[in-house]
């Protein structure tokens, strides 16, 4: 059975940083486009980033240029790194493997508050 397994969720202080991982097993991790998604209480769940299986990434535009995303494909693993952190980014965060089938993960709690 596929699995996506987040980690590094957490509260941290407005200014912070967290990094996010998500670990894919049971999948050909290359055929897979990566991505990222978060939902807030009483919130849709929306996009935050993707990264392609050639490494092309996307960025909602709240959080470009304090977010990034990579993936390790040897590792079978993609990676959310978040810096300066805001209130407004907290939410549940959500991995997601798009390709051949879709895949999500069990999600994350990040909390962002002084």
């Known amino acids: 059975q596929v699995q996506l397994v987040e980690s590094g969720g957490g509260l941290v202080q407005p200014g912070g940083s967290l990094r996010l991982s998500c670990a894919a097993s049971?999948?050909?991790?290359?055929?897979?486009?990566m991505g990222w998604y978060r939902q807030a209480p009483g919130k849709q769940r929306e996009l935050v980033a993707t990264v392609s299986s050639g490494g092309n990434t996307i960025y909602v535009d709240s959080v470009k240029g304090r977010f990034t995303i990579s993936r390790d494909n040897a590792k079978n693993t993609v990676y959310l790194q978040m810096n300066s952190l805001k209130p407004e980014d907290t939410a549940v965060y959500y991995c997601?493997?798009?390709?051949?089938?879709?895949?999500w993960g069990q999600g994350t709690q990040v909390t962002v508050s002084s």
């Open positions: 997601r493997a798009t390709g051949p089938n879709n895949y």
């Open positions: 049971r999948i050909n991790f290359l055929f897979y486009n």
